[in-house]
Structure formats: structure tokens, C-alpha cells
């Protein structure tokens, strides 16, 4: 049942050049692209050159691969004027884009170096990528001291608003408001809170706690892991002993199917101790085993299972390109949605007569809509962030999640949890305003939705 809200060593570098690939002085990992003489020739005069920057290796590469397939198959439409960009005809204003492809091996340092050399000896016009907030805070700086643009697809802590970044994926009004809640309501009102140890488990989880006392409910315990931790036995002993309601799981990567794993084989069902997550997607259930994750629950944006006809066809069509046994997650459709956010941007600014250029794109991208797998979604003019859907759903034994919580339209994203900085927004007077956005207004900020 849908309940309605009324308000959730050497590292190769690859660049798909007009020829071979690029070999960068970079140290720390591995990449690899392919771009060959074929592939060129296809993309005609001029194509426009724009950065691709997730980690294919490493211990995020397990949900990141997915955010590059999704890019590619979005470019693979813009380029071939199919799928939603079928009225456009063939690439952006008659020119096609030419993917620079880098892997940063779950490495923060490498996102930061490679950001710069897409950005200097590339010279992309601007870049789809990052996954965690570890390597958007190492690239940030890099971007705004170069005043280029990044589109950032991934859920994330808030408490930023760049003018240099669009951000797709959630806000936390738009995943952790509604989820806490659900949670309380639902379950009760100990939560026991794990998360890997960097910056968007810890930040999320101080606004989850913050959430759940406001709602008369109390945290009984707060662990966190070393990323790529594949061992919880400590941890899940921990929870035996705190006898929580439910468990709030920020755990990414790696760590997610063997904390999965091992919470079932420790005894623990989701009618006994129900976990809520915000990271863990279609993708890591497949890999985990969709009866480890049976029961329990993810607050998301997307998920595979929505019925609208643009997903239909977004999960078909990626099926056809990357395998039938593949599957569709939250991320990845926003990297897939932000392609075509940027692709419409460059297409109302070639048609204007511009060059594309960080200022052009920026401009063009504010208010940007689309009508994505998830439903009808828009770059917010004033803080660069989507409306999205707020939805939470609970795993099947198939591994697809059955939709319990949704709004009825995409929700106005505020970057800064009001529980914790009431009236805290941003607003960006003009594109090319690159002066601090906060705005407090020391009121509460309605709810709002994307009007049809």
C-alpha cells in the first residue's frame, strides 16, 4: 500500500579522443577507456567534449560503475537522437558529445587531480561524477577555483549550495524528513545508527538523530566502520545488546552486502530489528542476494519498481545495452536524469547563438525540467538543486522494493536540515553570482512541490 504525503603506482587515464588514449602522470590506481578511430568518425565536426569521472575499481566501484553506465547510455541517446531525445534529432543542436573518460579507483586524492586535468588539458566544458561526499568536497575546490561545472548525481549531506555545482540526487528533505518519521511511526522510537566513517554517514546520521528526537525518540547507539569494512560482528553485537527498533544504515560500498549478510546469519530478521538505508540500492542487493535484504527498507528517489512509462522504458532500454540481468537503482537514474539536464542546457544555449562555456551552461541549466524515470523533475533556479520524489521502499524476496511512502510530485529541495538550521537556505541572485548564497531567514520554510 502507498501511503500519499501531502509533503522527501602510475594510473592510466582515458580520454575518448580523436585517437588513442591518454596516458596522465597521476599516481594511486588504474583506468581504462576505449575511443578509437571508429567512434570518432562518428561523432562528426566539432563534438563537445564532457568529462566522465566515477570509480570503476576500487571499493565503491560496486555502485559507481552503475552511475557510468547510466551516463554513457544517456550520451549514447543525446548522440543518436533515440530515447528521450528522440524530437531532438541526433546529438545537441546538430553537434555530438565526446565523452573523457577517467577512473579514480575509490581514491578522494584522484578525483581532485583528475578533476584538474579534465578541466586544464582536456579543457571539458564541464564534467558528470563523483559519487560519495568525500570526493565532491576533494574536487570542490578545484571546480570553483577554475569556475567550472560539475553535475553531481548522488543523495547527499546538504550544507553546501555551489554555484558550481548542479546537484541531482537528494537533499535531505527529500530522503532523511520523511524516512525518520516512517520510522518511529512504524517501528518505534530506538533507532541504533551505523554508517562508514566519513563525512555524509556522520552528517546524514546527526540529522537523523536530530529528526528522531524532534519526533520524541532516541539514538541507543552510533558506530561507524572504515570504508571498505567487511567485517560486523562487533557492530551487530552492539545492536543485540542496545535492542534497538530499527537500525538506520548509512554503510556504502563494499560494506553494505556483507553487513547484510551477516546481520541475517546473526539471527536478526527485519520483523525483529528492521534496517532503514539510505545507500543501499537494487545494485548492492543483487550482489549481497535479495533474501539478505527481504524486509527491510531504503528511503530513495527512484527505484526500479515505479510505474511510470519513462521508466518502463529507461529500464528496458538499459537492459538492452549493458544485459538483461542487470538492474536500474536510485543513483544511477540520477546520472542518468543530469545528462539530459546538461544536454538541454547546451542545446537552448547553441540555439541562442552561444558558446558553450561554464557561464552559457550554468545559466541554461537553472530551471531546466524533465520528464525523468522517477517522474517529472527540475533544477531549482535558485539553490541548483532537483526537485525530486520522496519515496521509501521495503525489499522484496525478488529484490525489487515494493513502493510503501510516496509524494505525489517531486519536492523543492532545501539544502540545510531545518531541524537542525531553521530558515537556512540559499538562493543564487544570477548565474554568474558566485558570492555566498546562505540566506537565513529564521523562519520555516514550507514544503513545496513541482507543479504539473
Known sequence: MIVKASRRKFLQYGSLTLGASVIAACSGGTSSSSGGSDEAADLGENPIKVGVMYSTTGTIAIVEKSLQDATFLAIEQINSGTGPWEANGEGIAGRKIQKVVVNPNSDWDLYNQMSKRLIEEDQVVCVLGCYTSASRKSVLPVFEEKNSLLYYPVYYEGNECSSNVFYTGAAPNQQITDSIPYAYENFGPKGFFIGSDYIYPKESNRIAKAELEQAGGQVVGDEYAALGTTEFITIINKIKAAKPDFVLSNLVGD??????????????????????????????IQAMGPEFAAGHYTSFNYF?????????????????????????????????????FMAQAMKDALEA?????????????????FSAPQGRVKIDPDNYHTYLYSRIGRWKEDGQADIVFSTDAAVKPIPWSQVLYKGRTCVHPSPDDRSDPIKETGKDLETQYLES
Open 353 to 369: 547563438g552561444e558558446e558553450l562555456n561554464t557561464e552559457t551552461i550554468r545559466a541554461a541549466t537553472r530551471g531546466q525540467e
Open 255 to 284: 560494506s553494505i552486502p556483507a553487513f547484510y549478510r551477516q546481520y541475517k546469519d546473526a539471527g536478526i530478521t527485519a520483523d525483529d530489528i528492521p534496517i532503514m538505508a539510505y545507500p543501499t540500492t537494487e545494485e548492492e
Open 304 to 340: 526500479q519498481s515505479v510505474d511510470t512509462p519513462e521508466n518502463k522504458a529507461f529500464v528496458e532500454q538499459f537492459k538492452e545495452m549493458f544485459g538483461g540481468d542487470r538492474v536500474t537503482n536510485g543513483v544511477m537514474e540520477a546520472a542518468y536524469l543530469q545528462t539530459f
